[in-house]
């Protein structure tokens, strides 16, 4: 997959292949689909497969064995990509069980001309598998038995072959998200029931006996990794053994109607069975286990003639003596099946498990100069890999733990592993490092002359029709509304949307100056707007082009926009609006500070003061206010965990003070190492309007100085302070520890491997 910058999170379709060998695919095949031509978001992300055969004994936690992608940007909608070499397809594989691209690559070429999105597969099928053999290794010490033909001691391995499907989700799934797994299992069901004195226990006894079994492995891995769906295919076609009065299992014979019927049971029995229920903020969306297509029906003929296999006819093969491809109509099938549940309006349509829902989504890590250390997020446990243009190994780490060296060279990345098992990517940092602008804080400040909001109506280009403010019918990307915002300087600033949606889920999609950046909310059960959700985007010095986009995961609405500090807090956050019992007060007169917390959920919230030199903590601290005349600024940052941090300040002006008349000076500074944000106290002043200076960071305004991240240690500054004409200066040098490095852009070019 072609990547040309970092994205936190990616947006487009990932499915993980799960089954036998007719999903996993037979060695050098896939169908005349004449990729070499197209430039479709498609990739089928092809490796040279892992090794695991029936009693291959892989590691307990198995992706230790797997190389994976470090593509921050592999579903990003609108990346251009070509397939390579699909037409001689030689040792390509899908990773990281695949054989070949199979009939998937024609599948994800369909998807991705129907949507316009790239669509990427990983595939953990694993051929000659029985029903039982994936229900039973659930347990991660089972070693369930095989093939009765490899004799008593072919087993396989212990948790497997389960554990391959959970260690892809929780690796692939928990960095990309993804849609569904799909499912075309069976053909080793039949054979194990028609010979059922050679296979004996690991036969199923009855359709039901299938169907709760498979109910089984897709319970666990919604405990393992998230409530991801399952769509399931039927297949039941097999050879057999006519000379030992065994015949070949055709469609609709009593045993291959035995299985197919299991696996027809498994979806359409699911909303029955509590294990199974989905719920997104809190409305059910069913079991989200579907009915895959029927490929007894849909590749009848098309199956692999006798060819010294035994358990042939099975196999999809490509092209039959009438010139149609088998592979061709797999995927076809799989297609005609998909398309409706892909779409937004679909009753029944497909809810992926984006990586918000997951709590897995892109983290950033910081930076400790005094210390020469880099530290990733805490709450997780941490690998930290080389980055290889793209790649990293995760059987060769570097280190272990939150921290590690930043002396050195090359390129590292952490690998965060949560308390459910899924794995996290964090930025990628060059070293040695070079200090940046922090441009991934959520809490940081927003770009000079950035806090402008906007009517839903006043675009500037779009194909949606307004009425009145309030713009809506967003079903998928290619609806969209976009507006211009224009700021003096770039950097990171808050986004915010007020919106509305009737359906479970608004599936919103900004597209920041080309840049796409998910916002998918919670549904609102109205059309009118009346919530609101927040993201931190990146923006350039002068004017930036933003685009509301739709995407087929939830229609919405909505009526206004803001970016900067003029935004809405995130849902479930706050707002504060400081204010001082006596703005006017006299000498050394006790205060009430207040930050007026509001919004959806104040409680937790924290309060930082700052202001004359002294420090206050709490929503509403009693002060003794400053003994000597002039204006005095008090500076609060309120927060909480999960949301961006909100500033604000009040002034109190002191007359009266006996001495006669102060001369206008600073009389202490205090910065914020959190937020950056400079307080000077000032003697003198007279209660007029105060502007701030200082060289490098602004020019005179009345908006409080805000320290970049980088300069909050060790640099030294000249600040300046301006009342009626009257200035005052002071030097200063920081002296906060630590760091945090904004997210570097990443390399293009870069792929997957296994």
């Not at 990281?96 to 953990?124: C, E, H, K, M, T």
């Not at 928990?174 to 226990?201: C, F, H, M, P």
């Not at 507006?483 to 808050?494: A, D, E, H, K, M």
């Not at 009118?528 to 931190?536: E, I, L, V």
Request: hydrophobic share 30%; aromatic share 8%; with cysteine.
């Amino acid at each position: 997959m072609v990547q040309s910058v970092s994205s936190k999170v990616g947006v487009g379709e990932v499915f993980i292949i799960g089954g036998q060998s007719n999903a996993q695919g037979l060695p050098n095949s896939t169908g005349d689909i004449n990729i070499a031509q197209s430039s479709l978001d498609y990739d089928g992300v092809r490796t040279q497969p892992v090794n695991v055969g029936l009693n291959a004994n892989l590691p307990r936690t198995f992706y230790e064995t797997v190389s994976a992608s470090s593509l921050d940007q592999i579903k990003a909608e609108y990346v251009q990509n070509t397939l390579r070499a699909a037409q001689t397809p030689t040792n390509q594989g899908i990773a990281p069980a695949g054989n070949s691209l199979w009939y998937w690559s024609y599948l994800g070429q369909r998807i991705a001309q129907q949507y316009d999105v790239p669509v990427a597969f990983y595939n953990v099928a694993w051929g000659g598998t029985h029903i039982k053999a994936w229900a039973q290794s659930t347990d991660n010490a089972s070693t369930p038995a095989g093939d009765p033909r490899g004799g008593p001691s072919n087993l396989y391995g212990s948790g497997a072959p389960y554990r391959i499907l959970r260690a892809a989700l929780r690796l692939y799934g928990g960095i990309y998200g993804v849609r569904s797994v799909l499912w075309l299992q069976g053909e080793t069901d039949a054979k194990a029931v028609n010979e059922i004195q050679s296979w004996g226990a690991r036969a199923v006894s009855s359709s039901d006996d299938y169907k709760n079994n498979l109910q089984q492995v897709i319970a666990q891995t919604r405990t393992d990794f998230g409530p991801v769906p399952w769509v399931v295919g039927q297949t039941s076609i097999i050879g057999g053994d006519p000379a030992n009065g065994m015949p070949n299992v055709v469609k609709d014979s009593p045993i291959s109607l035995l299985v197919a019927n299991g696996q027809s049971l498994a979806a359409t029995t699911a909303s029955g069975n509590a294990a199974l229920q989905v719920s997104i903020a809190g409305s059910s969306v069913g079991s989200q286990v579907f009915s895959g297509p029927n490929m007894n029906n849909s590749v009848t003929v098309r199956r692999s003639p006798g060819s010294g296999d035994p358990d042939e006819p099975v196999h999809f093969r490509r092209i039959d003596f009438d010139g149609k491809d088998g592979l061709k109509e797999a995927g076809d099938a799989w297609f005609d099946v998909l398309n409706t549940m892909l779409s937004s309006q679909a009753s029944d349509r497909i809810r992926p498990v984006a990586q918000a829902r997951l709590g897995t989504e892109f983290q950033t890590l910081s930076i400790n100069e005094p210390a020469n250390t880099i530290s990733a997020p805490s709450g997780y446990n941490v690998m930290w890999v080389a980055d290889n243009n793209g790649t990293f190994d995760l059987s060769s780490p570097v280190g272990y733990g939150q921290t590690i060296s930043s002396n050195g060279s090359g390129r590292l990345r952490a690998i965060l592993t949560n308390s459910q098992g899924n794995r996290i990517l964090t930025q990628a940092i060059n070293l040695p490092y070079t200090l940046v602008d922090d441009t991934s804080d959520p809490g940081g400040t927003p770009p000079s002359g950035s806090s402008q909001c906007k009517n839903g109506n006043e675009n500037s280009g779009g194909n949606r029709t307004p009425n009145g403010t309030i713009v809506g019918g967003f079903g998928n990307s290619s609806e969209f509304m976009e507006y211009i915002f224009n700021v003096q300087t770039g950097g990171s600033t808050n986004f915010s949307i007020h919106y509305a949606s009737g359906d479970s889920q608004a599936g919103m999609m900004l597209v920041v100056n080309g840049t796409s950046v998910p916002l998918y909310r919670p549904g609102t059960a109205s059309w009118t707007p009346n919530a609101d959700a927040s993201t931190t985007i990146n923006l350039n010095a002068g004017n930036n082009t933003i685009r509301i986009q739709g995407s087929r995961d939830g229609n919405f609405a909505y009526d206004r926009l803001c970016i900067g500090s003029g935004g809405t807090p995130p849902p479930g956050c706050f707002s504060i609006a400081p204010t001082v019992s006596n703005p006017n007060p006299g000498c050394n007169a006790p205060l009430t500070l207040n930050a007026n917390c509001s919004g959806a959920d104040c409680s937790g919230v924290t309060y930082a003061w700052s202001g004359n030199g002294q420090s206050y903590s709490g929503a509403t601290p009693g002060i003794t206010g400053p003994g000597s005349n002039g204006t005095t600024t008090y500076s609060v940052t309120a927060s909480k965990a999960g949301c961006s941090n909100q500033t604000g300040s009040v002034n109190v002006t002191v007359s009266g003070c006996g001495g006669g008349t102060t001369e206008f000076s600073i009389a202490g500074v205090q910065l914020n190492c959190g937020t950056g944000v400079v307080t000077l106290s000032l003697n003198g002043a007279n209660g007029s309007a105060i502007e701030y200076r200082a060289v490098g960071l602004q020019d005179w305004s009345t908006a409080l100085l805000t320290m970049p991240a980088h300069q909050r240690n060790n640099t030294s500054f000249t600040f300046y302070a301006r009342q009626s004409g009257v200035e005052a200066n002071t030097a200063y040098t920081t002296s906060c520890g630590g760091y945090r490095v904004a997210t570097q852009r990443e390399p293009t070019g870069g792929g997957i491997v296994g």
